[in-house]
């Protein structure tokens, strides 16, 4: 019993001391790297079947919480021009978007900045304090801030909050072909429209989507494990946004030149 408890530990060790594939910092050589996201919408049964593909290879993240199935609650305020350029992909705005996180509860908060092109994706993220996100919509700072390029961003960019996104992930964590991966599955993805700065939690509202979106995160080429996954059980990359998915499913998409704040 000791010896498995020993290995537990270790394990989770290990886990907490790796990143996702896809952060970087900031920086000339960090701006310059990539990583690979790579989406699937699968169903109970194929999410059973992957869990069982990768159980002993890879672990749980140090978030997950045994009392809610090993997932932990992830919050997201999404940003957004008030002529939706982002959802569009106008010029300028097609390759990054700005969110506020918050894992669990009462976790920790972090600023961040989402770069995607294609598959290609790369994070720059900071973490702030809970107390410090209505600072965001300050037009201007005083001193010294962590979070002041994110700040910085959403001036020049005329970026505003748009929705609160909030849903349960079940992650794992480790190392394949020599390069760290990561694993994810998102359940009860849900969202309410915002104009304000909260990470408050999302209410009881009908889920976005009826499957489980699961993803594949990898530096360089996807490992052997994750193409074996996908060879064994046929799956289909399937492209999909929860910021557009509930941007559509609540009926903004038609409206380019409708005031976000409007809809708040």
């Known amino acids: 019993m000791a010896e498995a408890t020993d290995s537990a530990l270790g394990s989770a060790v290990a886990a907490s001391t790796l990143q996702s594939p896809s952060l970087f910092g900031l920086g000339t050589e960090a701006d310059g790297a990539t990583a690979y996201e790579v989406k699937y919408l699968l169903t109970e049964e194929q999410v059973s079947e992957v869990v069982a593909r990768v159980t002993g290879k890879l672990d749980l993240d140090p978030f997950a919480d045994p009392a809610m199935g090993n997932a932990y609650l992830?919050?997201?305020v999404y940003t957004d021009t008030p002529n939706f350029d982002v959802?569009?992909?106008n010029e300028g705005y097609d390759r990054d978007k700005f969110r506020v996180r918050r894992y669990g509860h009462t976790g920790p908060?972090?600023?961040e900045r989402k770069t995607k092109n294609g598959d290609k994706v790369r994070k720059h993220r900071v973490r702030i304090s809970a107390?410090?996100?209505?600072d965001l919509a300050a037009p201007s700072l005083n001193g010294e801030w962590a979070g002041e390029w994110f700040?910085?961003?959403l001036i020049q960019k005329?970026?505003?909050p748009v929705c609160r996104v909030a849903y349960e992930r079940v992650a794992y964590l480790g190392t394949a072909d020599g390069g760290t991966v990561r694993l994810t599955f998102d359940r009860n993805i849900r969202?309410?429209?915002v104009r304000e700065w909260k990470l408050e939690p999302v209410s009881a509202v009908p889920a976005l989507l009826d499957k489980v979106v699961c993803e594949f995160k990898f530096r360089t080429a996807m490992p052997?494990?994750?193409?074996g996954i996908v060879a064994e059980l046929g799956l289909t990359p399937t492209p999909v946004s929860k910021y557009r998915t509930f941007v559509q499913a609540a009926g903004l998409a038609g409206a380019r030149t409708e005031n976000i704040s409007a809809c708040g």
């Open 131 to 134: 107390g410090e996100v209505p």
């Open 109 to 111: 908060v972090f600023v």
């Open 151 to 153: 700040h910085s961003q």
């Open 224 to 227: 052997a494990l994750f193409k």
């Open 74 to 76: 992830t919050t997201s």
């Open 158 to 160: 005329q970026l505003q």
């Open 87 to 89: 959802f569009y992909r």
């Open 191 to 193: 969202g309410v429209l």
